[in-house]
């Protein structure tokens, strides 16, 4: 089981960018799935959350601009990006509570990262 980010880039303030990360693998079933970020000398942080029936949760400082969304179908959540402003920018990474088959417990997967730029 592995997921794979993609989607960042370099944009100007107030621009937008539409992050997505697909989860690939022997897949059994797929629960959380969140979108954190780390800028520079920072902690990283919990940016927005989906439950698997569609529940979300945002840090203040990105509600209204950002929304996360899933494809359940396709276990692929997505992260609209919309107003961006230079404190946007970070490394973006997916993370996801994932059942594989043959398996009874839930384990927490990683993406790779994807770097969001923006300049102001």
């Known amino acids: 089981v592995q997921l794979q980010a993609c989607g960042g880039g370099l944009v100007q303030a107030g621009g937008s960018l539409r992050l997505s990360c697909a989860a690939s693998?022997?897949?059994?079933?797929?629960?959380?799935l969140d979108w954190y970020r780390q800028a520079p000398e920072k902690q990283r942080e919990l940016v927005a959350s989906?439950?698997?029936?569609?529940?979300?949760n945002y840090v203040d400082s990105v509600k209204g601009r950002f929304t996360i969304s899933r494809d359940n179908a396709a276990n692929t959540v997505y992260l609209q990006m919309n107003s961006l402003k230079p404190e946007d920018t970070a490394i973006y990474y997916c993370r996801g509570d994932i059942r594989a088959y043959g398996t009874v417990r839930y384990r927490t997967y990683w993406g790779q990262g994807t770097q969001v730029t923006v300049s102001s």
């Open positions: 693998g022997r897949i059994s079933s797929v629960s959380d």
């Open positions: 989906v439950t698997r029936v569609g529940t979300t």
